[in-house]
């Protein structure tokens, strides 16, 4: 099993910044991709940004340039930092593991961070 917990969401202005963090624990071999997703009300979760263990990442074309993630492999910590916030930006972000069981991809999740853009 892999538990996923996020923290560093909140209330911020447009144009402001946040740092989410994600700590995984448990079972960590096989996975090979870690990400954050994000679903605002009434619609679909979306990916935001992925690394893969080889240190490959993939952004939304909506954060590019504006979101950058890093990670932390002593700890075993996901970062996101977001800059240039907006208000469509606001959404429940959720952490993500990709695991390989037996050519099978797991997912699992945290239980989401709010974010909130607003003035």
């Known amino acids: 099993q892999v538990q996923l917990v996020e923290s560093g969401g909140g209330l911020v202005q447009p144009g402001g910044s946040l740092r989410l963090s994600c700590t995984a624990s448990?079972?960590?071999?096989?996975?090979?991709?870690m990400g954050w997703y994000r679903q605002a009300p009434g619609k679909q979760r979306e990916l935001v940004a992925a690394i893969t263990g080889g240190g490959s990442t993939n952004y939304a074309e909506s954060v590019k340039g504006r979101f950058t993630l890093s990670r932390d492999n002593a700890k075993n910590t996901l970062y996101l930092q977001m800059n240039s916030l907006q208000p469509e930006d606001t959404a429940v972000y959720y952490c993500?593991?990709?695991?390989?069981?037996?050519?099978?991809?797991?997912?699992?999740w945290g239980r989401g961070t709010q974010v909130t853009v607003s003035s």
């Open positions: 448990g079972i960590l071999s096989s996975i090979f991709s």
């Open positions: 993500n593991g990709k695991k390989n069981a037996a050519g099978t991809v797991v997912d699992y």
